[in-house]
């Protein structure tokens, strides 16, 4: 989770202009999406909280 804070917080440093955000393709903007709401959820179940 750390690397992925990490490299979200990369990206703002790096002030992408539309163009270049536009090369990210949908289907990876989704994974990165779903990979943060499953380790979300993993995190949640391990210390007991709700889901």
């Known amino acids: 989770m750390t690397l992925f804070k990490a490299f979200l917080q990369e990206l703002e440093e790096m002030d992408l ?23 979300l959820m993993k995190l949640a179940h391990a210390s007991g909280g709700e889901v």
């Open 17 to 39: 202009s539309a163009e270049v955000l536009g090369t990210f393709t949908a289907p990876m903007a989704d994974h990165m999406w779903r990979e943060e709401q499953y380790y």
